[in-house]
């Protein structure tokens, strides 16, 4: 009897781990939703990685993330989102203005962390910066607004030009329509002459070049998008074969060869991102979590594409410039 009841206290020991597992609370689940394929965000992924753990939380150890990617079919959005909410994730982190809209759409429930390049206000995400109300917050990096910036840099960089070329893409009305704005705007200060170029698909954006060889003015401003930031390769590769000096929108169209580029650092902004969806697991409230500005702009100018282009860079613009690739 003594050596039956032995066996059996030592079996109940030997169970009591598994039991103390079982009873662990489930790791929480981050969705991650996205518009373009994984391999052209990696570093930002990692910087959204690094935030989470700035907030103590490490992918795979107490924290779980599910990735929908839309692989640039921006159709696919509203179904990924929906995926999402009725896996009941505990945080939709977004990056994009429209993919902002879409999670938004999708839940008034899940706290949402956006990336967005534009006024969240304007865009309807929020009720106040200081105060987003409702179940969204996160970051804005000035993407749409700097669009005027970036055309006085082009004009310092290409001062003998006259009449400058505007991509955008229509599918983005908003987006669209405050970029050529803020655009004309400038242009009408600076003396310079718009011409509007429209592009949606990437067949499009081979039209929209073939209208630029034809009529040939004299620079080019691609306008904030996700869409035309999904197809750099595309856009860069273009200018280049066709000699069109072109300012882009983020580092990495300068980084694969893009001419120049003047934006906020938006490695930063996913770090930050991260930072929030892990505040918020933590129990913080979208509500209560104002709207993170950019405050890091960066001025990213490719001398070897210039000298390939047969432009000198002004010393001034050099000087002022955050990074020059030799």
């Known amino acids: 009897m003594r050596r039956r009841a032995l066996i059996t206290l030592l079996g109940g020991a030997a169970a009591w781990p598994f039991a103390a597992r079982a009873q662990q609370p489930a790791m929480p689940v981050i969705g991650f939703l996205d518009p373009r394929s994984p391999d052209t965000v990696r570093d930002r992924l990692r910087a959204f990685r690094q935030g989470l753990k700035d907030t103590g939380y490490v992918e795979g ?50 706290p949402i962390v956006f990336i967005a390049s534009r006024d969240p206000v304007s865009l309807g995400l929020v009720a106040s910066l200081a105060r987003p109300g409702g179940n969204l917050t996160g970051i804005n990096f000035f993407g749409g607004e ?3 910036k970036r055309l006085e840099l082009l004009r310092e960089l290409v001062p003998t030009a006259v009449r400058v070329a505007v991509l955008v893409n229509p599918a983005s009305a908003t987006i669209a329509e405050t970029t050529l704005k803020d655009v004309q705007a400038a242009a009408r200060t600076i003396g310079l002459q718009i011409q509007i170029l429209n592009a949606s698909t990437s067949r499009e954006i081979d039209a929209a070049f073939a209208t630029l060889v034809r009529e040939r003015p004299d620079a080019l401003l691609i306008g904030t998008d996700t869409f035309l930031s999904s197809r750099r390769v595309q856009l860069v590769n273009l200018a280049t074969r066709h000699a069109i000096p072109a300012t882009f929108t983020q580092r990495d169209f300068a980084e694969i060869g893009g001419l120049m580029s003047y934006a906020s650092n938006i490695t930063d902004a996913w ?56």
């Open 146 to 148: 700097l669009a005027a």
């Open 61 to 110: 150890e107490n924290v779980t993330i599910v990735y929908r990617f839309a692989e640039n079919q921006i159709d696919r959005l509203p179904e990924l989102g929906a995926d999402l909410v009725r896996r009941n994730v505990a945080v939709i982190a977004t990056a994009g203005d429209d993919v902002a809209l879409v999670a938004k759409a999708a839940t008034t429930t899940i």
């Open 271 to 326: 770090r930050q991102a991260g930072g929030y969806a892990g505040r918020i697991l933590k129990g913080a409230k979208p509500a209560d979590l104002p709207v993170v500005q950019s405050s890091k702009f960066e001025l990213v100018i490719n001398h070897q594409t210039a000298r390939m282009l047969g432009i000198t860079v002004p010393d001034k613009l050099l000087a002022t410039a955050d990074e020059v690739i030799e």
